[in-house]
Nanobody, 122 residues
């Protein structure tokens, strides 16, 4: 599975951005997808994840109520809608995939995209 994240950019606090993760290769619909982020000087952290079918999702407490993950298996894409952005959301955002079951554990994801930078000014 090859993944490519896009949609990052510069936003102001309170704005919205929508990230996309486009997949190619193996049967994407069999893979759970997670979004992670890495802020400058910090470790990469879990943001949100979605099951292979899209029927189940989970997200970090820091983004609950603001970020929504969704997928369209017909288009091989997973999206992360980010609303009410805060300065602390500034980071490089990565999408990752693992077979079938999602997890919040970074090391269990098999495939990674290249990352897209989100910068939120206060």
């Amino acid at each position: 599975v090859q993944l490519q994240a896009s949609g990052g950019g510069l936003a102001q606090a309170g704005d919205s951005l929508r990230l996309s993760c486009a997949a190619s290769g193996r049967t994407f619909s069999s893979y759970a997808v997670g979004w992670f982020r890495q802020a400058p000087g910090k470790e990469r952290e879990f943001v949100a994840a979605i099951s292979w079918s899209g029927g189940a999702t989970t997200s970090a407490d820091s983004v609950k109520g603001r970020f929504t993950i969704s997928r369209d298996n017909a288009k091989n894409t997973v999206s992360l809608q980010m609303n009410s952005l805060k300065a602390e959301d500034t980071a490089v955002y990565y999408c990752a995939a693992k077979y079938l079951v999602y997890t919040t554990t970074l090391s269990l994801y098999e495939y990674w995209g290249q990352g897209t930078l989100v910068t939120v000014s206060s």
